[in-house]
């Protein structure tokens, strides 16, 4: 549904999320190479979000913790490496492994400038 490192999907914040314009605006701090992105999101990924927004839209961090062993308050991205594992095992046709290389291919392809 999105590309993106499990670390900055794990940290993603509510306030990074424009849903009408289908959006994700990632800090430049938040990212690897210190450039900030706008990720475009997929229909179903705004779907999806909306449908997760009661369970912690009043929290900083779409993926809220309670659990955290480190001070976060967020998953850790070991989680998000996890569920994914878990989905591809259970899905008849494995997702797309979430890497910037399949993201630039992809909107190359839709003629999508980077």
Request: glycine share 4%; hydrophobic share 40%.
């Given at each position: 549904?999105?590309?993106?490192?499990?670390?900055?999907?794990?940290?993603?914040?509510?306030?990074?999320?424009?849903?009408?314009?289908?959006?994700w605006?990632?800090?430049?701090?938040?990212?690897?190479?210190?450039?900030?992105?706008?990720?475009?999101?997929?229909?179903?990924?705004?779907?999806?979000?909306?449908?997760?927004?009661?369970?912690?839209?009043?929290?900083?961090?779409?993926?809220?913790?309670?659990?955290s062993?480190?001070?976060?308050?967020?998953?850790?991205?070991?989680?998000?490496?996890?569920?994914?594992?878990?989905?591809?095992?259970?899905?008849?046709t494995?997702?797309?492994?979430?890497?910037?290389?399949?993201?630039?291919?992809?909107?190359?392809?839709?003629?999508?400038?980077?």
């Amino acid at each position: 549904m999105l590309f993106a490192r499990p670390a900055n999907l794990s940290a993603a914040e509510w306030s990074e999320f424009d849903l009408d314009a289908a959006e994700w605006r990632i800090a430049a701090d938040k990212m690897k190479m210190d450039n900030a992105q706008i990720v475009p999101l997929s229909t179903q990924a705004v779907a999806l979000l909306r449908d997760i927004h009661p369970l912690s839209g009043n929290q900083q961090y779409v993926f809220a913790s309670n659990q955290s062993k480190n001070g976060e308050k967020h998953i850790s991205r070991e989680s998000i490496g996890a569920a994914y594992g878990v989905w591809a095992t259970k899905a008849s046709t494995p997702p797309t492994v979430s890497e910037p290389q399949p993201a630039r291919f992809c909107m190359n392809k839709a003629s999508i400038p980077i």
